[in-house]
Nanobody, 119 residues
Framework: QVRLVESGGGSVQAGGSLRLSCVGS????????MGWFRQAPGKQREIVAG????????YLVDSVKDRFSISKDKVKNTISLQMNNLEPEDTAMYYC????????????WGRGTQVTVSS
């Protein structure tokens, strides 16, 4: 069974940096796409970044394009989200997700890691 485990969340001041990681395991782990989502209290979940397992067509939501980057390590079955110049508006629970059984549907999710940015 596929399992996604996030790490790297924490509390930082505005302007600081964090690096989130997500390790996938279970079966022959070969996702089509992996991504990072976030959900702040009282807000809808939004996609932050996505990266295909094969290829380099990276997606970043406009609000983070100049500050965040996403990368993958296929040997370690890991994706990472480097978050720089964090803002209080980035405070949220961050989730790793994978499109595994169907392209276009994130059908496996991690439990999330909290990111809190104070002003």
């Amino acid at each position: 069974q596929v399992r996604l485990v996030e790490s790297g969340g924490g509390s930082v001041q505005a302007g600081g940096s964090l690096r989130l990681s997500c390790v996938g395991s279970g079966g022959a782990f070969r996702p089509h796409v992996m991504g990072w989502f976030r959900q702040a209290p009282g807000k809808q979940r939004e996609i932050v970044a996505g990266i295909p397992w094969i290829g380099d067509a990276i997606y970043l939501v406009d609000s983070v394009k100049d500050r965040f980057s996403i990368s993958k390590d296929k040997v370690k079955n890991t994706i990472s989200l480097q978050m720089n110049n964090l803002e209080p508006e980035d405070t949220a629970m961050y989730y790793c997700a994978a499109q595994i059984e169907r392209i276009g549907t994130y059908d496996y999710w991690g439990r999330g890691t909290q990111v809190t940015v104070s002003s």
